[in-house]
Nanobody, 122 residues
Framework: QLQASGGGLVQAGGSLRLSCANS????????VGWFRQAPGKEREFVAT????????QYAESVKGRFTISRDNAKNTVYLQMNSLKPEDTAVYYCAAGLRSVAGSDPSMYRYWGQGTLVTVSS
C-alpha cells in the first residue's frame, strides 16, 4: 500500500508538501493520483501524474496553487500545496494508477493508501 504523509494544521495562505511513498512495491511504472475527502463530502480528484512525470492533470479548484511531482528513484510522489484555503481542508489520499497514465476517475486507481489530514484555518 501507499502511505501519504505531510499533513497538518496551517493558516490560510500557507503551504504544505505531501508525500506519497511505497516501501513494498515500486510504482515507477504507474500513474499516481491524489484525492481528498472533506467531512460529509464525497471523495474528489485533486491531481495526477504519469509514470515519468511528463503528464499532469489538476482539478480546477487547485490549478495554479498545487503542483504534483515524482521522484522515481525514491519511489515517492509529492503534492506541493500553496495558497491554501479553508476549503482545502480534507483527508488527502494517494493511489497508484492501473496504468502509466491515469485521469480523474477513481476507478483508474488501485493500491489506495492511508490518508493524511490537512486542516486549513481561516
Amino acid at each position: 500500500q501507499l502511505q501519504a504523509s505531510g499533513g497538518g494544521l496551517v493558516q490560510a495562505g500557507g503551504s504544505l508538501r505531501l508525500s506519497c511513498a511505497n516501501s513494498r512495491r515500486t510504482v515507477s511504472n504507474n500513474a499516481v493520483g491524489w484525492f481528498r475527502q472533506a467531512p460529509g463530502k464525497e471523495r474528489e480528484f485533486v491531481a495526477t501524474v504519469s509514470w515519468n512525470g511528463g503528464i499532469t492533470q489538476y482539478a480546477e479548484s487547485v490549478k495554479g496553487r498545487f503542483t504534483i511531482s515524482r521522484d522515481n528513484a525514491k519511489n515517492t510522489v509529492y503534492l506541493q500545496m500553496n495558497s491554501l484555503k479553508p476549503e482545502d481542508t480534507a483527508v488527502y489520499y494517494c493511489a497508484a494508477g492501473l496504468r502509466s497514465v491515469a485521469g480523474s476517475d477513481p476507478s483508474m486507481y488501485r493500491y489506495w493508501g492511508q490518508g493524511t489530514l490537512v486542516t486549513v484555518s481561516s
